[in-house]
């Protein structure tokens, strides 16, 4: 059986409101994925998508709280760790986390290649500057990206570059699950499906060792990830294949959803969906 990268056991967090009021986002979700394998994530907005994100790095601050759950990567159990742990020993290694619009995350004083030597620094990674450089020529290459934008400040780059600039950076390290909050919906169709591809790049060449895609467009889904688990008001409603979600979605949310959203608006959306069911 293949190796799980991630497990995630009746995982539960909440928000705690200025009123003191306790706001469940994340509401007992189970989850696993399989080392090389990807899930999708989608659902209405508000439905607590980039909270499950969030909540699955384990690594809390208010408003934010675990509640209760286990979280597993590659079988070490990072429930409950000091956050300064979590920050030093699990980010970017065990798991890599893309922001939703992660794009404005670069630090605009610093150039790239800067600031991936701080990522690597923060790691405590016994390597020098030369040696970060030439890892980080390497990596640019090998995912198409300009080996000169490392030498440039974020604000240098159009929204696409630098959106591949953050995914390329947050993977340096090649960690076990990368999560990817709406990575590319903020961006026209080439910058998309650019950033797709990218992504499935890494997975095939093992750079990442298992995805999560964050989505509110089911349908996007279907191209990139292995499995879809359709996700609402905190809780996952349903998982299956991309094929059984997209094709035959048995919860009636999962319906409307793949219904509401599969209005084909020419030319605007990267989804190749065959125009009859696949046999
Ligand atoms: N700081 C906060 N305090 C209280 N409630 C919050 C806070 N941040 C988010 N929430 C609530 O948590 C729920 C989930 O929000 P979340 O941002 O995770 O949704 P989402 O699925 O990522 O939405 P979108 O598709 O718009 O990105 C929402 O109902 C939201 O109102
Ligand atoms: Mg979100």
Redesign the pocket.
Known sequence: MAKKMLEVNQLTTK???RQGED?Y?VDHVSLDIEEGKSLGIA????????????SLMGYYFA??HYTSGTIKVDGKDITGLDPDVVRKTVLGTDVAYIP?AAMNALNPTRKVGKFIEDVIFAHELPMDKKQIREMAEQRFAKLGLPVDALDKHSVELSGGMRQRVVIAVSTILNPKVLIA??PSSALDVTSQKMVIKMMKDMMAEGMVKSMIF?T?ELPLLYNVTDDIMV?YA?QIVERGSAKEMVFDPIHPYSRGLMRSILVPEEGTRDVKLPARRPT
Request: contains cysteine; aromatic residues 4%.
């Open positions: 928000y705690i409101t706001v986002s659902g209405e907005s508000g439905c607590g998508k980039s909270t499950l994100a969030l408003p934010l939703q909050d709406e964050i509110h996700m905190g």
